[in-house]
């Protein structure tokens, strides 16, 4: 059996711990491979060797740094059908999917190559007599990242790009469901020429994640996943004086107003809440028609798009979506499906029990549709995670928007419309952090900052664009004075510009 292990210090290194989990292929149900868990000593020897090589790393001038990622962007390029085979290989979802997932970590690698420009502090010419003022952005020192498995190439780039281009080394800690991926982004990393110890990679589970969290020469922590976690991570760095910014879990609304092109938002629908079979921070779960006739057209429109869908394994070219993640995930959602129909939601098209041949034991759920869904059921209130879908009509346009404005979550939200007074009223009003206007998935681009509302983030910064360049950086300011010629006395009040 392969067994993955960790990569500190730019060398592949064999777990030491005793403990591994599982790596399933999810569309077989069979274990592919054995990943080794850390313990605190495997943390600890990853952070010794960052604290090693960061400080030469900080010293290296920014254009040098820059170079690393030029050449980091060719190399996965050139290898772009490789690494996506192998992230869809443990992830599930579809080759061109995995691309996706790899390019939008690619293009942060993009921005990052104008950390020459990103990095420039700021100065004051005489700010007083004699006196010039200007603040440097330093590196935090060591920064860690800890990932969930739905993006196992994109969020990993999210978060070692800009932490890395800043000048601080880095401790990955990928999720354990699919962790070749962000090895194999490590080895590359070396090949475009970053030194050893800058950017090391440990497997593991809650103890390498409290072992990150309580080591004391961490200076920051980006966490993505599941809000539970992102809570506890966040509450925990910053007991242990860390910086942290916390990504959490989503349910992101589409409102269909009435003048909306129905057939845009109808493609729009398949592709946000089907594609990657729902596991997107990003999906659409919940369709908020405005007017029953709206609501009726769009889900005579939705159901025959759902009942053809085309599901398969990851090498099936022609895919739509593939199995979600795990047998736990699978049966989770089963029951949140049971839960519906419980709760006297309508299950339009229901996903129980889809079975493909010759993968019998592989994890797939059928496209789901759940009509006339209400705010109490559970099926709102939670994060699904998988591809269900739930409507829930609105009777006007106050009532729909409504409905995001008081859910928990607020990652993402979209409106379709062709009235731009109600868009622009929809993008002021709304207390979500990205906004699709007509645009189902509005995941911003790398130079642009990535981040969600309420239960969705902890901290202030956001990912990418110049909040990572912040959030990877600490400022300092300086005050200076060559006062040539002028001989003050002491002064006992406090320095106020006259
Ligand atoms: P998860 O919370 O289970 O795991 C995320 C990471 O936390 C993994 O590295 C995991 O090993 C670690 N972890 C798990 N349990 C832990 C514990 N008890 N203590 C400490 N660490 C722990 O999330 P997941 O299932 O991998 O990913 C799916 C979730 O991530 C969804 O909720 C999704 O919405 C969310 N997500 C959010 C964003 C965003 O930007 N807001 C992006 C992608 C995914």
Known sequence: MREIGHFIG????????????????????????????????????????????????AATNPQRRARVFMK???????????????????????????????????????????IPHLSKGEFTEGAGPQIDMYSMRQPVGIGAGITPFNFPGMIPMWMFAPAI??????????SERDPSLPIRLAELMIEAGLPAGILNVVNGDKAAVDAILTDPDIGAVSFVGSTPIARYVYGT?????????????????????PDADLDQAVN?????????AGERCMAVSVAVPVGEETANRLVEKLVPKIESLRIGPYTDDKADMGPVVTKEAHARINGLIDRGVEEGAKLVVDGRGFKLQGYEN??????????????????????????????????NYEDALSLPMKHEYGNGVAIFTRDGDAARDFASRINIGMIGINVP???????????????????????????????????KTIT???????????????????
């Not at 601080?168 to 990928?174: G, R, S, T, Y």
């Not at 760095?237 to 107003?257: P, S």
């Open 165 to 174: 281009a800043c000048g601080n080394a880095f401790i990955l800690k990928p």
């Open 10 to 57: 730019g060398k592949h290194v064999a777990g030491t711990s005793g403990r591994t989990a599982d790596v399933f292929n999810p569309a077989t149900g069979e274990v592919q491979a054995k990943v080794a868990l850390a313990s605190v000593s495997e943390i600890r020897a990853a952070v010794e060797n960052a604290k090693e090589a960061q400080p030469k790393w």
């Open 268 to 276: 729009a629908l398949m592709g946000a809440g089907y594609g990657s």
């Open 480 to 498: 200076a004075r060559w006062p040539s010629g002028i001989k003050d006395g002491a002064e006992f009040v406090m320095p106020v510009m006259k």
């Open 362 to 395: 592989g994890y797939f759920v059928g496209g789901t549709l759940f009509d006339n869904v209400t705010p109490d059921m559970d099926i709102y209130k939670q994060e699904i995670f998988g591809p269900v879908l739930s409507v829930v009509r609105a009777h």
């Open 441 to 475: 998935i509005p995941v911003p681009l790398a130079y642009h900052s990535f981040g969600g509302w309420k239960a969705s983030s902890f901290g202030d910064l956001n990912q990418h664009g110049t909040d990572s360049i912040k959030f990877w950086t600490k400022t």
């Open 237 to 257: 760095a910053a007991m242990n004086g860390k910086r942290a910014q916390c990504f959490g879990g989503a349910k992101n609304h589409m409102i269909i107003m």
């Open 72 to 114: 980091f962007v060719d190399l996965l390029n050139q290898n772009m059908d490789e690494l996506a085979e192998m992230l869809s290989r443990e992830h599930g979802k579809t080759v061109e999917d995995s691309k996706g997932d790899v390019i939008r970590g690619l293009e942060v690698c993009e921005f990052v190559i104008g």
